[in-house]
Structures are given as structure tokens and as C-alpha cells.
């Protein structure tokens, strides 16, 4: 696999592509040629058919501590906006396969934002998640004030992007915005997070990649629209080799074996 400076790729599991932030000097901070890294990595996993879920995290004490702010600290109104400043920090929503974010300690602004891009968030009981920008004079712009208030309501998104103030992992579990806080302990987080990699890994790839984008299809679409597109997708999964396998292994009471096609 492809060395890089600032994250790591490994694969942990069967079917399972595990990125891992690495800049431990700066708290894993969010900067360009990090990015260009991460895009390089995840576009890899995303063509490699023998991966059907990723992982992304960071170190014991972050996950990312936000958007480099040195790096933008110098930067002019017209240089961020000619040059399109973040638009290409937002590849990983454009997987079709699962990512799993594995959250310990801090996940701030940007970290947090990264998180959000993410399927699934699990959390260490360590995480520490906030969208810290005003204390800099800014605001999120990552998509943590749309996808916060997607995941945890408007009053909460509202108190969290003004005040700036940190929330818990219990916080995040209780809200919704994580599924579950995992158990203390060094890795566990990411532990957790490979073995529920595996678990979708061990699915149809084809099937999890219509289910991801039948619940994404939640949060862009109405109701009527997002039942519609559900509906659609799940007639698709007819003309796949898959459901016939599965449907067939059932009534046969067998193990099916998913061609991934
Ligand atoms: N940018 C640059 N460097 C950072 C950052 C950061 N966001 N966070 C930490 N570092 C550096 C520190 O400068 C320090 O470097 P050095 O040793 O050279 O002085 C090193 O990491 C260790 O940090 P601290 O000494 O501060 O460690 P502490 O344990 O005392 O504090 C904190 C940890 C509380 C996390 C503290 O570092 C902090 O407040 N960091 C900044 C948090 C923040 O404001 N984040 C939001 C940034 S703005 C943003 O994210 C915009 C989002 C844009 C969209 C992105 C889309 C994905």
C-alpha cells in the first residue's frame, strides 16, 4: 500500500479499509496536503472491490482537533473563495461504500465535521466533539451546522455553533449523533469500530450500498420522495445476482454466498 505522511491505511479485517489520521503534533489538525492524502487513500479503498467498509480515526487523544489554524490564519477573503477553500475536504461523502468514524478524544470543528461526513459514529467515552469557530471569529464550514442540526435538532445545533462550548460522548450518544459510546481502553474504539466493519463487510456489498443511500436519501429528500426513491431501490435489488442467492439460501436454509453483484 501507498505510504503517506500524515494518515495511515492498513487493513485490519476481511473487506475492511481502516485510515488512521496521523499529524499526533498538531492533534491530528485538518490541513490541505492531509487532505490530499485522505481523498488519495479513500478513492484506493472506494475502487479496491476487495474492501466493502472503511474506517476512519485518529490517535487516543484526537481524532482531529479542527481545521488547521495556522494554516488559514493568514489566508484573504478572495483567496478562499477563488480557490474554493474546503470544497474538496468534503470527498468522503461521495463513498458509496460504509465509513465508520471511531472517535477518541478530540473531534473539534473540522474533527467534528469529519465525523459527521462519516455513516456511523462511534465514540470512546473519551471523545470530546464541539464546533469551536466562534472562538476564532468564525463559524463551521465544514457542514457542521447542516449536519449537526440534521443529527441533533436546531435549539442543541444552535446553543453548540454560538457558544462554542464542548460536549461529552455522553452527550453525543444521548442526542443521537453517535449510535453507541464503546468501553474504555486503549484501541477499543477502533476495535469495535473493525468488528461492525466486518459485520457490513460481510453483507452484499451491493445491498449495503442501496441501504446507505436509501437512508442518505432521508435527509436530502420529503417523505413521499425518499419512499419513492427507497421503493425504487429495493425493486433494483431484483435484477441483482445477490437477491436471488439470498432468497434462495433461505428457503434452502443455507449460508448465502454473496457475489457482491
Ligand atoms: N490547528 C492548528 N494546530 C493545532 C490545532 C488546530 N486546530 N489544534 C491543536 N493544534 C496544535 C497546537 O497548536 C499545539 O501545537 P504546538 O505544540 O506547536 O504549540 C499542539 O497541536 C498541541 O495542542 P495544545 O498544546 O493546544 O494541546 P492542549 O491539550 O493544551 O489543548 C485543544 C487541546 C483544546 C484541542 C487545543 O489544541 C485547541 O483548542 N485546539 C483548537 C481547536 C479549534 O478551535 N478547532 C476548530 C478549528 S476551526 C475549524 O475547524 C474550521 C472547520 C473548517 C471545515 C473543515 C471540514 C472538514
Known sequence: TTQYEFILTSRPADGVGLITLNRPKALNALSTPLFTELNAAVKEFDKDDSIRALVLTGSERAFAAGADIKEMKDKEFSEVFKGKFLESWSLLTTVGKPIIAAVSGYALGGG?????????????????????????????????????????????????????RNFTAKEASDWGLVSRVVGEGEGEVVKEAVALASVIASKSAIAVQAGKEAVNAAYEHTLTEGLRYERRLFHSLFATKDQKEGMAAFAEKRKPTWSHS
Not at 455513516?119 to 466562534?134: C, M, Y
Not at 463559524?139 to 462554542?164: D, F, N, Y
Open 112 to 164: 467534528c465535521e469529519l465525523a459527521l461526513m462519516c455513516d456511523i459514529i462511534l465514540a470512546s467515552p473519551t471523545a470530546v466533539f464541539g464546533q469551536p469557530e466562534i472562538n476564532i471569529g468564525v463559524i463551521p464550514g465544514g457542514g457542521g451546522t447542516q449536519r449537526l442540526a440534521h443529527a441533533i435538532g436546531k435549539s442543541r445545533t444552535m446553543e453548540l455553533t454560538l457558544t462554542g
